[in-house]
Nanobody, 116 residues
Framework: QVQLVESGGGLVQPGGSLRLSCAAS????????MGWYRQAPGRQRELVAA???????NYADSVKGRFTISRDNAQNTVYLQMNSLKPEDTAVYYC??????????WGQGTQVTVSS
């Protein structure tokens, strides 16, 4: 069974950094797009950043210049480097991947809290 496992969330002060990781495991032939989404309390889930299998990226305007998405295709892993964090970045962050023969798959979510 294919699954996504996230790690790297936690509590950080404003201006700090965190790096999220998401690894896909199981029988995987190919992963297409991968991305990070977030959901704050009382708000809808929103796209933070996405990356294609070829490395093309796109970002939400609110994180451009602060967050960087990358992936290691050999390890079936996607990363989100988050710098200059702000309190409004506080949310549960979810990994998503489009996987051949599986479809769209979500991770369990990891909490990111930015607070002094």
């Amino acid at each position: 069974q294919v699954q996504l496992v996230e790690s790297g969330g936690g509590l950080v002060q404003p201006g700090g950094s965190l790096r999220l990781s998401c690894a896909a495991s199981g029988t995987i032939f190919r992963i297409y797009d991968m991305g990070w989404y977030r959901q704050a309390p009382g708000r809808q889930r929103e796209l933070v950043a996405a990356i294609t299998s070829g490395g093309s990226t796109n970002y939400a305007d609110s994180v451009k210049g602060r967050f960087t998405i990358s992936r290691d295709n050999a390890q079936n892993t996607v990363y989100l480097q988050m710098n200059s964090l702000k309190p409004e970045d506080t949310a549960v962050y979810y990994c998503n991947a489009i996987i051949q023969y599986t479809g769209s798959l979500w991770g369990q979510g990891t909490q990111v809290t930015v607070s002094s």
